[in-house]
């Protein structure tokens, strides 16, 4: 016998179903709102999330000095780290824009003030005669050199131009992230109690591990990768600035970048070194090839190792992977986001795998 509601034919239970479908479906769309709403911010919060994170211990401190005034030791943490990450990058774009500019007038100079080979290169078989022959016939028509300058610069200035706004991008979203920083920082406390709480209702002694094991790689990752590209560029830099070479505090930016990638730093300091021998400044080179070797062997097999200990066994792969595939994905910031999501991904699957049911 179907149980039948008074007043009416309906099934008991079915308008009861119908209510908890309807429940499920304003559910459902309300965590898609609050996902297309948080979405473009996505980016910003998981790198303050991180920052907040890998820095908390110093904070905690800072608030202990200020006698526990929490919003006030969050406002200072946050200008703290806005002068050491916002600054290097006003830095790196002013040097970018004059490197462009005079590698642009450097291009532009022979070929609106007469063009001619090396002997070294005219001499070269086969690739001399053709070299010389290509200059020459753009030395007597004024047209042709024209456009060829134009095919030359204009890479350049658009090259210049792109990176440009992915730097103020860039830039943008650290001060974005910054701001986010100071409320995880002024409730840090709460928030991680509320994960504490959601991962053991979701998997109980294994959550709370995991939990664990995210925090430790969020720290060694930030701390042992991050922390290492960072003190190579900045040593890098001061290198090439002491050795007087052009852009030095972009090629120092560059050597964070290649930082990431075992023999990275190599790829900048070693072309570095050749052109202080060509422009006959040997015991720069020397200094260059000698410091770029210290610094690399030292970060990798010094800091690093110390820096990381807690991290485990991240394979360098997932590193390389992190750095490129981050910012194909997230632009700038996906420099660091991208080796630390994947790392923690790597040590959280990890752990899932070896642990016992």
């Known amino acids: 016998m179907i149980a039948i509601r008074e007043g009416g034919n309906e099934p008991a239970g079915l308008g009861d179903r119908v209510r908890m479908l309807l429940a499920l479906t304003v559910l459902a769309?309300?965590?898609?709102?609050?996902?297309?709403?948080?979405?473009?911010?996505?980016?910003?919060?998981t790198w303050a999330g991180i920052l907040a994170f890998s820095t908390w211990g110093f904070f905690a401190y800072l608030r202990q000095i200020l006698g526990g005034?929490?919003?006030?030791?969050?406002?200072?943490?946050?200008?703290?780290?806005?002068?050491i990450m916002v600054l290097p990058f006003v830095i790196v774009g002013q040097s970018l824009a004059e490197n462009i500019g005079d590698v642009a007038n450097a291009i532009r100079h022979p070929f609106e003030h007469g063009?001619?080979?090396?002997?070294?290169?005219?001499?070269?078989?086969?690739?001399?005669?053709?070299?010389?022959?290509?200059?020459?016939?753009?030395?007597?028509?004024?047209?042709?050199?024209?456009?060829?300058l134009q095919n030359l610069v204009a890479p350049l200035k658009h090259f210049g131009v792109r990176l440009g706004k992915s730097l103020g991008s860039g830039i943008l979203q650290i001060i974005l992230s910054l701001v986010i920083c100071f409320f995880f920082y002024r409730d840090g406390d709460a928030i991680a109690d509320r994960l504490e709480r959601t991962a053991l209702q979701l998997g109980g002694d294994r959550g709370h591990r995991l939990l664990e094991t995210a925090?430790?790689?969020?720290?060694?990752?930030?701390?042992?990768?991050?922390?290492?590209?960072?003190?190579?560029?900045?040593l890098m830099g001061l290198?090439?600035?002491?050795?007087?070479?052009?852009?030095?505090?972009?090629?120092?930016?560059?050597t964070f970048v290649f930082g990431?990638?075992?023999f990275g730093p190599m790829l900048l300091w070693a072309p570095a070194a050749i052109w202080?021998?060509?422009?006959?400044?040997?015991?720069?080179?020397?200094?260059?090839?000698?410091?770029?070797l210290a610094i690399g062997l030292?970060?990798?097999?010094?800091?690093?190792?110390?820096?990381?200990?807690?991290?485990?066994?991240?394979?360098?792969?997932i590193v390389m992977i992190g750095v490129f595939g981050g910012a194909f994905a997230f632009g700038f910031l996906g420099i660091f986001l991208g080796p630390t999501l994947l790392a923690a991904g790597y040590s959280l699957l990890d752990e899932w795998s070896s642990a016992s049911p």
Not at 215 to 234: K, M, N, P, Y
């Open 115 to 148: 063009l001619s080979l090396p002997g070294w290169i005219s001499d070269l078989p086969y690739v001399g005669v053709r070299a010389e022959a290509y200059v020459n016939s753009l030395a007597h028509d004024p047209a042709a050199r024209k456009a060829e």
């Open 239 to 254: 290198g090439f600035w002491a050795a007087s070479v052009p852009g030095a505090f972009l090629l120092g930016f560059l």
């Open 215 to 234: 925090s430790l790689t969020v720290r060694g990752v930030v701390r042992g990768f991050i922390g290492t590209a960072i003190v190579q560029g900045i």
């Open 29 to 45: 769309l309300l965590i898609l709102g609050c996902i297309l709403v948080a979405w473009p911010f996505v980016t910003a919060i």
């Open 298 to 317: 030292g970060a990798d097999h010094l800091l690093k190792p110390i820096l990381i200990s807690r991290l485990g066994t991240t394979p360098l792969l």
């Open 69 to 83: 005034r929490a919003s006030l030791a969050a406002f200072v943490m946050t200008m703290i780290i806005a002068a």
């Open 260 to 262: 990431f990638v075992p």
């Open 276 to 292: 202080l021998f060509q422009q006959g400044s040997n015991g720069w080179a020397i200094f260059t090839i000698i410091w770029g």
